[in-house]
C-alpha cells in the first residue's frame, strides 16, 4: 500500500500545469509604424481670413481665430508651408519648411496684422 502511495505521488508532480505565457507586447502605435504626425493649423489674425497650402496643395481655409481639423502627414521630412490671405498670392506669414516628429501634433499659426 506505501508503495502504491509514494507511485500516485510522482505521477501527479509530472503532470503539473506549465508555467504561464507571457502576454504578447503591446501594439505599435499606428503613428509609429507609418511614420506620421497629425498636423493641425491654427489662423491667429484678427480680421482676415487664410488659405493653408502644404506641400503646394490648399488644404484648409480658417477664418480668423479658427484651428483646422488636424491632418494625418508623413513625419521626419520636410514640408512646405505656406499661409496665404484668401484668394490672393499674398503671404499672410513666411513661408516655413516643418519637420513633424513621429507621432506629433504640431499645432501650426500664423497672425497676419
Known amino acids: 500500500m506505501k508503495r502504491l502511495l509514494v507511485v500516485a505521488m510522482l505521477a501527479s508532480a509530472c503532470g503539473a500545469p506549465a508555467a504561464p505565457t507571457p502576454p504578447p507586447p503591446p501594439p505599435v502605435p499606428a503613428c509609429q509604424s507609418n511614420n506620421t504626425a497629425e498636423a493641425q493649423f491654427g ?3 484678427a480680421t482676415t481670413t487664410q488659405d493653408i497650402i502644404w506641400d503646394g496643395v490648399k488644404i484648409f481655409t480658417l477664418t480668423p481665430g479658427q484651428n483646422s481639423a488636424t491632418r ?5 521630412v520636410a514640408h512646405r508651408l505656406e499661409t496665404r490671405v484668401t484668394n ?3 503671404l499672410a506669414c513666411a513661408i516655413s519648411m516643418p519637420i513633424p516628429a513621429t507621432c506629433a501634433l504640431p499645432l501650426y499659426t500664423c497672425a497676419f496684422p
Open 88 to 90: 490672393t498670392s499674398t
Open 43 to 45: 489662423n491667429r489674425s
Open 72 to 76: 494625418t502627414v508623413a513625419a521626419g
